[in-house]
């Protein structure tokens, strides 16, 4: 028997409000026939003022916990994934811990920007596996709406707000559920062509995204490649061996490119950029909980997630669900 951190509910949340291309492009000198074609968006979803990164986490981590048959107190960790937290402390996990009604467990954040998902996932996995919980909440969740430039094009058109969540479990298990391998990448050479242009210890501001889009977009596929060989090469499968790939949902083009390399057909990877934008840390749980969901996603399927962010950081995980 091996004890694994087992995936046993996934949930969402996205705000109520959902803007198109065409109405983005009222106060953005921009286009829908641009943005699809750059990108594959066509929607995102903007929060409003009670909309906040924590009240999304909290909504799309009681949808985990139904999925799961579980309830708050059953909860010994929460992580929140998330580079657009309500305050600079306390952790928007603590805020999330008490708007659900979870009793005393351990609780925080994660910042690795779009991969933090794929951080906080290993994170917990760890601590799954070592005893430090039975059950955790993992979380991303982003209002990235509020540190764009409204006024540059070249980044605004490509974010979007919203949460997912996942609950894991820890079972000592006799077959090959679970968690199977995680792997994480970082090199913060290049923290100047993905970031945010303000901070408490800097500029004692929240600051902007800035972006330079295809050095960005040049990283991203070849980085995404290399994780996921890495990561199957972990647990001695293939590409052949898997049944979907939860790619971040940052721009059809990389998503594209990254599974070409890898030679994986287009039927086995979830899509959801048209819908939501790029949700940072939310999108690939968000992405997961659509696919588990509407039954793409079933028991016994092997499922790879990967994602790539500001940092550079970086990441993949293999699990079978
Ligand atoms: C951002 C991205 C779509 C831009 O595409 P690109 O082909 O590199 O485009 P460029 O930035 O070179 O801009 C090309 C032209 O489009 C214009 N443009 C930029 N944004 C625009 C917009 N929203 N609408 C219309 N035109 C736009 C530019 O001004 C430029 O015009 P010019 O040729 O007259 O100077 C692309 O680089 C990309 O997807 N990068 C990865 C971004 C990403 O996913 N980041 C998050 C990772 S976690």
Not at 15 to 31: F, G, I, Y
Not at 96 to 101: F, S
Not at 248 to 261: G, M
């Amino acid at each position: 028997m091996t004890r694994r951190s087992i995936l046993v509910g996934t949930g969402s949340a996205l705000p109520r409000t959902r803007v198109s291309n065409d109405e983005l492009a009222k106060r953005v000198d921009t286009s829908d026939e641009w943005i699809v074609e750059r990108t594959g968006i066509r929607f995102r979803h903007i929060a409003e003022a009670d909309e906040t990164t924590g009240t999304l986490a909290a909504d799309a981590a009681r949808h985990a916990l139904a999925a799961a048959g579980l309830v708050p107190a059953d909860i010994g960790l929460i992580i929140v994934a998330t580079a657009t937290p309500d305050n600079t402390f306390p952790a928007t996990a603590t805020k999330v811990q008490a708007l659900i009604g979870a009793p005393d467990c351990i609780a925080f954040d994660v910042a690795a920007v779009c991969s933090g998902f794929l951080y906080a996932l290993s994170v917990a996995d760890s601590m799954l596996r070592t005893g430090a919980a039975k059950h955790a909440l993992v979380i991303g969740s982003e209002t990235f709406s509020r540190i764009l430039d409204w006024e540059d094009r070249g980044t605004c058109v490509l974010f979007g707000d919203g949460a997912g969540a996942v609950v894991l479990s820890a079972e000592e298990v006799a077959d090959d559920r679970g968690i199977l391998a995680t792997r994480l990448h970082a090199e913060g050479q290049y923290g100047d062509m993905l970031y945010v242009d303000g901070g408490p210890s800097t500029t004692g501001t929240v600051g902007h995204v800035r972006m330079q889009g295809r050095e960005v977009f040049r990283h991203a596929v070849t980085n995404l490649a290399a994780v996921l060989g890495e990561v199957l090469a972990d647990v001695g499968l293939s590409a052949a061996d898997i049944d979907w790939v939860v790619p971040h949902q940052a721009n059809k083009r990389i998503i594209d490119a990254t599974a070409k390399k890898l030679g994986l057909p287009a039927e086995r990877v979830v899509l959801t950029v048209d819908q939501h934008a790029n949700t940072s840390a939310a999108s690939v749980p968000l992405a997961l909980d659509l696919a588990v969901r509407d039954g793409r996603i079933r028991r016994g399927d092997l499922v790879v997630l990967e994602a790539m962010g500001g940092g550079f950081t970086w990441g993949a995980a293999v699990l079978r669900v």
